[in-house]
């Protein structure tokens, strides 16, 4: 009988093991790779801001020379009712999904405090401001509303005294073949998002609510096992309640836990810097760009608005680590203001209006302390090198480039669900696997050698 010599034998082993080796560890090594050649370049280009903080220097005057809106449609209408729901869809005069009376008149009020509020920087002059609609009709209607308050024309401008208002055209996001708000499809963004859905902090997440979601199920008649579920019959239950319609008693101590369901739901659809890169990075880039402009007396703009959706301005709170995980208001805007300091710098400085009511009360905002900024008003130069990595160069491009998912892995938001340990997120979960494989393949080397070596 034909016997192989031992060592083809071994030498085939030795084969195997380097092949399972290399197998296993393949991902981790192009991680590597990838990661040292991206902070090379990185390196290369960066341009660290040598810009005290705020809390360091001695202002002593500030001049506004550009304001930047976010702002998030108004009340509106359900999608659609839950089967036990005691109300119908002919109580929605505007249609399902649409604007409401209420939504327009928050829309209005804001648009009348904010022109208030920068009553001494803006004119009704429509060629200082520019308005960008995320493309669907709400916020449409919204930005139409918001600017009837805002720019509610002087004489000058007003073609007929009967009426308090003047044409101003908004632009949808999506224009000159790139969005500013982009939400259609990205492989790289809508990857990372999937996984995170499924991370151990995920499965935490529903092992948590199960019986509450139950409880949901049971009483709504529409199954109930996720908190996107959750959200959207929280979200529907709350705009009937807001219409003053008919609401079942058994919701009524479950608000602040639907609240919370729309706080997860959006932390797990954007929940990680590699999201965030792709579907607020881009509107951060157009952002900075506008204040560079302005900066370099490229454009007399005064007043940039954006009319999108809770999901956009909660996804810009989590790029910023200003996230509070309750879902935006109805209304409710983020105002980014540029100033030009008394030395020829400039700064700055982030608020949240996040009224419950405008309607009835704009409340002060809340200032967005950026970490490393050292007070409210940010150095310029400082704020763009704290967002630097969440702008993409080409979001189409890269968006179709898995390589970015392993160059961005360690560029993780902090940020975890309150009530739960801090698990990994999906990256970095993939870290631990990565991991598991080192020690499996180090075992398989030590296999090897013992036997080698008998």
Not at 66 to 88: C, E, I, K, T, W
Not at 270 to 281: N, P, V
Not at 315 to 338: F, H, I, M, R
Request: charged share 25%.
């Amino acid at each position: 009988m034909f016997v192989l010599p031992r060592s083809v034998i071994r030498n085939s082993l030795l084969i195997v093991v380097t092949l399972v080796v290399l197998f296993c560890i393949k991902d981790t090594l192009f991680e590597l790779l990838t990661g040292i050649s991206s902070l090379a370049s990185e390196g290369s280009h960066r341009h660290d801001s040598t810009e005290k903080p705020t809390s360091e220097r001695n202002v002593t005057k500030r001049e506004l020379m550009l304001v930047q809106m976010l702002f998030r449609h108004g009340h509106r209408a359900p999608f659609m009712l839950y089967p036990y729901d005691p109300n119908s869809e002919l109580d929605w005069k505007e249609g399902m999904g649409m604007l409401t009376q209420l939504g327009r008149l928050q829309h209005y009020a804001m648009g009348v405090h904010l022109q208030n509020r920068y009553k001494d920087f803006i004119t009704t002059n429509p060629k200082e401001i520019e308005m960008i609609n995320s493309n669907n009709f709400r916020c449409q209607y919204g930005v139409y509303c918001f600017i009837a308050g805002l720019y509610a024309p002087t004489k000058e401008f007003s073609f007929t005294d009967e009426l308090r208002w003047q044409p101003i055209i908004s632009r949808q996001a999506d224009f000159k073949g790139k969005s500013v708000l982009p939400r259609g499809k990205c492989k790289i963004s809508d990857d990372e998002s999937y996984a995170l859905k499924r991370s151990i902090e995920a499965n935490a997440t529903r092992a948590k609510y199960h019986d509450l979601y139950n409880f949901w199920s049971k009483n709504s008649g529409r199954l109930i096992d996720s908190w996107v579920l959750a959200s959207d019959l929280g979200k529907t239950i709350s705009c009937e309640k807001e219409y003053n319609l008919t609401i079942p008693d058994w919701t009524q101590k479950y608000w602040d836990e639907f609240s919370m369901q729309t706080g997860i739901a959006y932390y797990f659809n954007y929940g990680t810097k590699l999201i965030q890169r792709y579907r607020i990075g881009p509107l951060l880039g157009y952002m900075i760009e506008r204040m560079s402009d302005r900066i370099l007396g490229k454009t007399e703009k005064k007043f940039y608005i954006f009319s999108a959706h809770g999901s956009n301005i909660a996804c810009l709170l989590l790029a910023l680590d200003q996230y509070n995980w309750k879902g935006p208001p109805y209304a409710s805007t983020v105002v980014l203001e540029l100033w030009k300091e008394d030395d020829e710098d400039y700064s700055i400085r982030w608020l949240f209006f996040n009224s419950t009511n405008p309607e009835k009360r704009v409340d002060p905002p809340y200032p967005l302390v950026l970490e490393g900024c050292g007070g409210e008003f940010c150095p310029f130069g400082k704020f763009q090198d704290i967002v630097r990595r969440l702008i993409p160069d080409n979001w189409k491009k890269e968006c179709n480039d898995s390589a970015n998912r392993l160059r961005f892995m360690p560029f993780e938001s902090p940020t975890h669900i309150p009530g739960l340990a801090p698990y990994m997120n999906s990256s970095a979960s993939t870290h631990i696997m990565h991991i598991q494989y080192i020690v499996m393949t180090f075992l398989l080397m030590c296999i090897y050698l013992y036997s080698y070596y008998k």
